[in-house]
């Protein structure tokens, strides 16, 4: 009756009286006017806050509408620019309350288990924008939702009424009505009965009033959702078309069938879209696929799109449904473009919290059984294994060892069957009632689930062709059931009907179908074996009379084969065998089997009816000659029919559950209760090990990066390390009395730990396989195991609260500290119990109490903060408690807190202040955490589901829901790749990451219509995967739905780019037809990635001068190049692999500073710095230097820059263009072209490739194709070609024609290369070499197209090396390749094969050349040698067969660090040599001699210093040198070394007035010493030890006999050189690091204050101190004391500024700052005044400063990599690029001509110009 007063539809806002708000609510700004164009009133909601303005009904959220209606029609209209939500509140028949939200505010679709949430894209809006404000103008719109279709396709839940309705501002609303009946709102009551049409018209009281004799659809906007709602039966749709008399048309809308990588399947996955129906759209109009961007349409666009619905109909419902409706005879009409589309990838992208769905991919799975270990099966054609894992079903394939999954069940999978034509699987899961279910085998969709009477099912039986199924088990009396199943209509849509069932008191452990006769049937038991027939509509069954067995335990059974089809075998556990005739029910034979050891036989031999102790056989399998048999003592032993004697047995670790013969005979799959599953193969007689597993719960992971491992602890006592490439296990350790807890692994040996139940830490090598050392400083379970990442410390924690330190760095830790009481007492164990920061130096952990969370120091344990929990929430009625903790990466200094309270928040690890929080994470306390490196996804654990949630996305992140194990997830890790996801609980699950470690571009091509995988490489296994997990038919089931692509499959494809030069449009070949799509902003748009962007020049470098800065790309310094445009070309970016283990693979340097935007260029000739000289060179590159002997051309790399060297002269000229690090270079031959390639800055950008003109040194060019880095650039033999070689993360190797610098093909690789080489023989032909192979390319050309085919030759086994890092051609046809073991492997390129090889080095080869009969190599271990290699043409004859004695060695040096770069003479007598010391060596092989040409610091450079004559400088770094420098050459004079330490300051002594001629350094080093040196003498005189911890400032006073030094903690320390004493300390400044120490001469009454000497010190924390002192009389007083606020950061800002100070020189009562106080600006303060006189605003706070001694300028440093020069009387400025990293570092000349800066190793001096 509840539906009957709400027929034929009822108007809510009457019903709920609206306008007297006592059963509704209204809120904010809600009013009641007058609408012109409905001419009646309607309520007007709007605000600023759309929660805060709003109508609801009814009053409260605890009442209920209880609308039944199935269809909900809003009458509604948005207003112009503005926002507005829809909230709906649904329940559904089990009482669960979903809500339905629509907003134009939404980007994307989003789906929960509670919460849908639809993005409304309002008329008007592009395409591109799917989501934004309402457009003015906006019209009236009837939104007709259809609840019942919304809930049924996007959660599989049945509607039951409307609860409540909430309308948020901003718009305009007439009223809500419900009703069973589809009305269409164009259709009057008039009409309708007039042209006698079958449609239900909309009634007076809710149509819009439309003028005489125009359209409605001219006026409104019609939209229905979901858009396929069967409102309208498809017999009227022809109906509708025909009669054009009608006076208007029928509008359906049609959910149309999107092109996309779809494998065909029973669920199609399609995109929920609603389309507006315009007048002009037809049946015909209506069922197009969707036409490019900028074509003409004649419809509205007004959409809801949503993430992708389920389709139910069978495949070729849409296709007959498309037939029917084209059939129309409707008047033609333009293609009527669909409204909306799902979100296209490029703008995905834009939204901050976008991720792919599915994120997350099943890809493998350990472990075995969960309920038994019994089932096993094979499939027909014997090529695989099927097997239940916990909830999980596999398909094994046995050759491959790829897996497929079977996902559905919620809890464990009880029994298994298979049809005889692998056509249907049929499985039970555990959990009463049983439910079963029957997949279709071939595409592992689910056909059928129902509930089976039986309420423990045991045992499933199929017969031979599928159309019976048995089930066994007992009903909820405890007695045995049969049920007897139809199957035959489940393959065609129907379902499983039940045949027959009965209850027996008889026990049945096996149960079979006969193959035979399907109405025939066994069963056997404890004793009892019985024969069931099915006839009739009933069970019935027969006992064979057993006789003398009648007591025996029968385990088995099975139906003979063949002649022995009248066979029945049955099995028992005390070792008889019966061979019973089923038609006659009559035993006919008995055997006795029983193991007799016979004298000198190595192995029991078996014997037939013997007497004695028999074998308990718990299976057996027989095929038509032989019978398979499983027993408990471990054995698998196959036997002939006749038992006559054992032909095979094969001893497993633990009593065999079953076994199975392949359909073939050929191989026996035998289960074991210890959790192992095999085979035996018969012919060969061997034993493969398919899946090794634990028996109970996993409980902890941990993971190693080195030898990628994986360790696992478990409840069956044992420890077990598996290969993380294959899942195979190596070790296994059991503990029987004590039971592992924790794991973890040491970084960087074969080692981990493991904690135990006792209190235990052990520490096993897995080299020895044996335990190394034990810890006992634990009384309880450890109950947290961690290392930290630099592998210095480990620390365990136990269940009595007590905390371990241990030192790790050696083989045998020992235990450092042990702190009681500090970690909560009672704790559970839990993997996320104690987390270590990623710079090692936090310790974070719950205690001492569950509500408070700790963070320690992690070297001294001390405490650093402590974090109330419960005080978190001060609203909460409950007491929080934490639960698990975990660091965000560095550099962020968050750390992530579990909470009971079912939330997880961030915490600012420095100040404990609450950062964000994540409500409501799960049901229940989330166990585990875990987040990626890049701290985009954070994954969250708790009960049986994974989340992953999107990180980066500050409100409202997404998040997607995983599940799959039957038990609680004890632990979640990512691989150390962060390719994969690590889940454990009942057994281990290996995820595959779908979404990239960084974001793409968001700026890769505007309006592109997203990235399509034409030039992506995806083959094998892993396409077929990837178009598995767009279908949903491999993945596990999820709570969101999945959002389709647009794109098409992913191909093996070779890419073209743009043939015709600017013309605005680019090709892709790819052996088919090209597709060219246009925007309105001329970008150049493929079907697919790359897409060619052709930039406008100029667009650099334009901003005001000194004004502030954005974090980007820096300006070109010189301009444009001298083309007019600069081609950039995006590609999509893929999941990068994983990092080679090859130091010849170049790696940026981490570089944590950001790119200065709108930077300001002097104008040209007007410069007030020009850069002079460039100490150093960039070590970290490859291949990054030239040197052509014929002309003397010599160019190398330093940071950003191309440094062009004079060797003769020694000056330099310097090529800017780059902003990142330069990777690699490459000369054409004819010496006239260089290319440079340099890196990303960042997602937002790609590498950069300059190509520039030698004799003029110029940027001809810049070329872009590469996301991540260049690894190798190389010319073509007659320079026409370009080649160009992504790095690991690209992975592209892309050639670019010189002529018109256009691409001209991109072919992606299927993995990382190393490097490349043109065969200088054979034209077009390129070899690549990488991870176990040697590729060779050949250019193919066909006119004017250019493509790449590849051929790959593995490396022999008989070399022995995994990868091939480097090459070079000698004698034709000979190929030199060096490997990372050191080998060089030599091949013949005519025939594709190697030939020879010998070991070269004992480290990685990553430069080999070759000219004549002589080869040089240079390894990772600083060796560079000298090979004759003149005979190996003549070895080539003697094919494999050829040995290495005729190589032999003649020269060989070692230099100071790996060699990364090289290039000689073609006599190879002399060359240039590239170290990762940052050293140039050129090298003499007539000589033997190694001479240093270019040389710089390895690591930071903390300071410069002069000499008081300016004939030298000095500077120190990180890695521990000091060095002295010819300031007229640059040329290094003394270094000064002491390892193992840092330098981090540094003073020169001034000049003495007794010994001018003696002149001193003071270096302060990290480990509180201070040295000083002799330069005259070349030797340290003094070593003190004023400070316990690291020096950071140090100067001479006026006179040069007192140091002064301050340190990390603050304090100052004064010391006199010659004694070596410390005289005075002061601790003013205790707790915050000195900065900066300045030291003066003054006068002796100045300031008031006696003293010959005026001092400062700044410290960290924003205060300055300035002191005049006389040390001679032990006088020191304070002139004056600064303190300013702390400066006011950004976000993006991840530390304070350095507090900068210094003494004016021009007016030395001037103390001038910078980094002080709140805003990015120098301060003058007057020491006589006392005040601050003058300011000058910076662009962002300073890094570095120094002040000119003669002109009034100022040089200042940013972090943002822009050095500034002031002029402080005007307040002019000027900017200059040219550092890759932030300017830590300015400094002038005693004689200001120059300025010294540093950006992190490289040094540039500049020429100060008069102005």
Known sequence: ????????????????????????????????????????????????????????????????????????????????????????????????????????????????????????????????????????????????????????????????????????????????????????????????????????????????????????????????????????????????????????????????????????????????VVQTLGPTASWQASLGLLPEDGLPSECSEVSIVGGSGVDRREPSASAKATDKRAAGSGPPVSACKLAVVPPAPEDATKHEGFLPDPVLRLKRVIGLGGHSTKWALWTKDGAAVVYPCHAVIVVLCIDTREQRFFLGHTDKVSALALDGSNSLLASAQAHPHSMLRLWDFQTRSCLSLFRSPVHTVCSLSFSESGALLCCIGKDRHGKMMVVAWGTDQVGRGGEAVILAKANTDVDIQAFEIAFCNETRMASCGRGNVRLWRLRGGGLCSCPVDLGEHHAVEFTDLAFGRAQYGRTLYVCSRSGHILEIDHQRMAVRRTRYLLPTQTPGSPLPQKQACSLGPGIAISSLSVSQAECAVGSEDGYLRLWPLDFSSVLLEAEHEGPISSVRLSPDGLRVLSTTSSGHLGFLDVPSREYNVLVRSHTAPVLALATECSRGQLATVSQDHTVRVWDLATLQQLYDFTSPEDAPCAVAFYPTQPIFFCGFSSGAVRSFSLEATRVLVEHRCHQGAVTGLVASPDGSLLFSACSQGTLAQYHCAATCCRVLRVAANVVCRGAPPSPSAVAVSGDSRLLAFTGPFKHMVTIMDAASLDDLLRVDISALDPAS?????????????????????????????????????????????????????????????????????????????????????????????????????????????????????????????????????????????????????????????????????????????????????????????????????????????????????????????????????????????????????????????????????????????????????????????????????????????????????????????????????????????????????????????????????????????????????????????????????????????????????????????????????????????????????????????????????????????????????????????????????????????????????????????????????????????????????????????????????????????????????????????????????????????????????????????????????????????????????????????????????????????????????????????????????????????????????????????????????PHLTALTAIAFSADGQTIISGDKDGLVAVSQPRTGLTFRTLSDHRGAPISTIRSTSKENRAFGVEGTDLWLAASGDQRVSVWASNWLRDCCELVDWLSFPAPILTEASDCSPPSLAAFCPWDRTLLVCAGLGPHPEVVFHSLCLKQVVKKIPLPAFAVSLSLSPRAHFMAIGFAERVLRLVDCVSGAAQDFAGHDDGVQLCRFAPSASLLFTAAHNEILVWEVTDC
């Open 877 to 1585: 009625s409950g007491l929080d408690s934490a639960v698990a903790v975990c660091f965000s990466p560095a550099p962020r200094s968050h750390l992530l807190v579990s909470l009971s309270s079912n939330k997880v928040v961030v915490l600012d690890a420095i100040s404990g202040r609450l950062v964000r929080e994540f409500c409501d994470v799960h049901p229940v306390a989330c166990s585990a955490l875990a987040l990626s490196r890049d701290a985009r996804l954070l994954l969250t654990a708790a009960d049986r589901a994974i989340k992953v949630w999107d990180y980066l996305t500050q409100s409202d992140p997404s998040c997607q829901v995983y599940i799959g194990h039957s038990e609680p997830v004890q632990a979640v890790a990512f691989t150390p790749d962060q390719q994969h996801l690590l889940s454990v609980g009942d057994a281990i699950f290996l995820w595959d990451i779908l979404a990239s470690p960084e974001r793409s571009s968001p700026e890769s091509v505007p309006g592109s219509p997203g990235p399509s995988p034409t030039c992506e490489a995806a083959s094998g296994p892993n396409a077929s995967q990837q178009e598995d997990a767009l279908a949903g038919t491999n993945g596990l089931p999820r709570w969101q739905v999945p959002v389709p692509s647009q794109a098409a499959p992913p191909q093996l494809s070779i890419c073209a780019g743009p043939l015709d030069g600017g013309d605005g449009t680019s090709s892709v070949s790819d052996e088919g037809p090209s597709e060219e799509s246009h925007s309105p902003e001329g970008l150049c748009q493929a079907p697919g990635p790359p897409v060619l962007v052709q930039k406008e020049a100029g667009g650099a470098g334009d901003g005001a001068a000194g004004g502030p800065w954005d974090p980007s790309v820096l300006p070109h310094p010189h301009g444009q190049p001298s083309k007019q445009g600069a081609w950039s070309l995006r590609r999509a970016r893929t999941q990068p692999a994983a990092r080679p283990d090859a130091y010849k693979h170049f790696t940026a340097r981490y570089k944590a500073s950001l790119m200065a935007k709108n930077v300001s260029s002097p104008p040209a000739g007007g410069e007030w710095l020009h850069l002079k000289a460039v100490v150093g060179y960039n070590g970290n590159g490859r291949a990054n230097v030239i040197w052509r002997p014929d002309t003397g051309f010599f160019a190398y790399t330093c940071g950003c820059l191309v440094v062009v060297e004079d060797l003769h002269s020694g000056s330099q000229q310097h090529w800017l263009g780059h902003s990142e690090e330069i990777s690699t270079l490459a000369l054409s031959h004819d010496a006239q072209v260089l290319a440079s390639a340099s890196g990303s800055s960042g997602a937002a950008s790609g590498c950069q490739i300059r190509i520039w003109d030698v004799p003029g040194g110029s940027c001809q060019q810049l070329l872009s194709h590469h996301c991540t880095a260049v690894q190798a650039l190389a010319f073509s033999l007659d320079d026409r070609l370009l080649v160009t070689l992504g790095d690991y993360g690209d992975r592209t190797l892309a050639l670019w024609s010189m002529a018109t610098y256009e691409l001209v093909s991109s072919t992606h690789l299927p993995e990382p290369v190393h490097d490349m080489a043109f065969n200088p023989w054979g034209a077009g032909e390129l070899a690549c070499v990488g991870q176990g192979a040697l590729t060779s390319w050949l250019l193919q050309q066909r006119g004017a197209d250019i493509s790449l085919q590849g051929h790959r030759e593995p490396i022999p086994e008989t070399v022995g090396a995994g990868e091939l890092t480097s090459l070079c051609y000698g004698a034709e046809p000979l190929l030199y390749c060096g490997s990372n073991a050191g080998q060089v492997c030599v091949w013949d390129t005519s025939a594709s094969r190697c030939f020879l090889a010998w070991e070269a080095d004992d480290g990685e080869i990553g430069v080999l050349l070759c000219s004549g009969s002589r080869l040089v190599s240079g390894s990772n271990t600083r060796r560079l040698r000298l090979w004759a290699v003149g005979a190996v043409a003549e070895l080539r004859c003697k094919g494999s067969g050829a040995r290495s004695s005729s190589v032999f060695m003649e020269r060989e040096l070692t230099l100071d660090g790996a060699v990364v770069s090289a290039v000689f003479h073609d006599s190879m007598d002399m060359g240039v040599v590239g170290t990762t010391a940052g050293t140039l060596w050129y090298v003499s092989w007539a000589e033997g001699t190694s001479t240093r040409l270019i040389s710089g610091h390895r690591s930071k450079v903390n300071e410069v210093v002069f000499s008081p004559s300016e004939s030298h400088c000095a500077t120190c770094g990180d890695d521990g040198s000091v060095r002295v420098w010819s300031l007229s050459s640059m040329e290094l004079v003394i270094q000064f070394q002491v390892l193992n330490q840092s330098c981090l300051c540094l003073a020169w002594s001034p000049p003495s007035c007794g010994r001018p001629e003696q002149q001193h350094m003071a270096a302060g080093y990290s480990d509180g010493t201070l040295r000083v040196f002799n330069v005259s003498r070349i030797s340290m005189e003094l070593k003190m030890h």
């Open 1 to 272: 009756m509840a539906r009957v007063w709400q027929h034929p539809f009822l108007n809510v806002f009457r019903q709920f009286k609206v306008d007297e708000w006592k059963r509704s609510t209204k809120e904010g700004d809600v009013a009641a006017v007058m609408d012109k164009t409905l001419k009646c009133t309607v309520y007007r909601i709007r605000g600023t806050v759309s929660a805060s303005n709003y109508i609801q009904l009814p009053k409260t959220s605890a009442q209920s509408l209880g609308l039944t209606g199935r269809y909900l029609y809003l009458l509604f209209r948005p207003l112009s620019t503005k926002h507005f939500v829809i909230h709906l509140d649904l329940s559904t028949e089990d009482s669960q309350v979903i809500r339905v939200s629509l907003s134009n505010l939404f980007k994307e679709f989003k789906s929960t288990a509670t919460w849908l949430q639809f993005p409304f894209v309002c008329e008007g809006t592009s395409r591109k924008d799917l989501a934004g404000a309402a457009p003015p103008g906006a019209r009236w719109t009837c939104l007709q939702l259809d609840l019942h279709d919304i809930l049924l396709v996007y959660l599989n839940r049945r509607y039951s009424h409307l609860k409540s309705v909430r309308l948020c501002a901003s718009l305009l609303v007439r009223s809500l009505y419900t009703s069973d009946l589809c009305f269409d709102p164009a259709v009057t009551v008039a009409e309708a009965r007039r042209a006698k049409l079958p449609v239900t018209p909309m009634p007076r009281e809710m149509a819009f009033p439309v003028p005489k004799g125009e359209n409605w659809h001219d006026h409104y906007i019609y939209i229905r959702f979901p858009s396929d709602s069967p409102a309208v039966p498809s017999k009227l749709v022809q109906r509708n078309c025909s009669p054009p008399e009608a006076g208007f048309r029928r509008h359906v809308p049609q959910l149309l069938p999107r092109p996309g990588p779809f494998s065909k399947s029973r669920q199609d996955s399609m995109s929920p």
